[in-house]
């Protein structure tokens, strides 16, 4: 059975930063893509993050290069996504997902076969 258990939302001011985590089981880390996407009420999904653990090759929304970086620690099977210069427009639900696609496909489709159960990243002050 395929889990992925996020953790590290909360509320944060403008400015600041976030760790996110997903601790994955059930799968074999290098044979998926591992992604971040983000929903706000009212808004589209997005896919903002991605990483091929087996190559270490890293992929971003243009909404959060440059402020948000991922990264997987394949011993502990879990994916982080540091945010930093957090803006308002980042609050949404956080999910973790999981896909043999390819990060690209991933990324612009914006669907996946294994999801978390999501986590609030809220900005405000």
């Known amino acids: 059975e395929v889990q992925l258990v996020e953790s590290g939302g909360g509320l944060v001011q403008p400015g600041g930063s976030l760790r996110l985590s997903c601790a994955v089981s059930g799968v074999t880390f290098d044979d998926y893509a591992i992604g971040w996407f983000r929903q706000a009420p009212g808004k589209e999904r997005e896919g903002i993050s991605c990483i091929h653990s087996s190559d270490g090759i890293t992929y971003y929304a243009n909404s959060v290069k440059g402020r948000f970086t991922i990264s997987s620690d394949d011993a502990k099977n879990t994916v982080y996504l540091q945010m930093n210069s957090l803006k308002p427009e980042d609050t949404a639900n956080y999910y973790c997902?999981?896909?043999?696609?390819?990060?690209?496909?991933?990324?612009?489709?914006?669907?996946?076969?294994?999801w978390g159960q999501g986590t609030q990243v809220t900005v405000s002050s």
């Open positions: 997902v999981v896909d043999k696609q390819i990060c690209q496909i991933l990324l612009v489709t914006r669907l996946a076969s294994y």
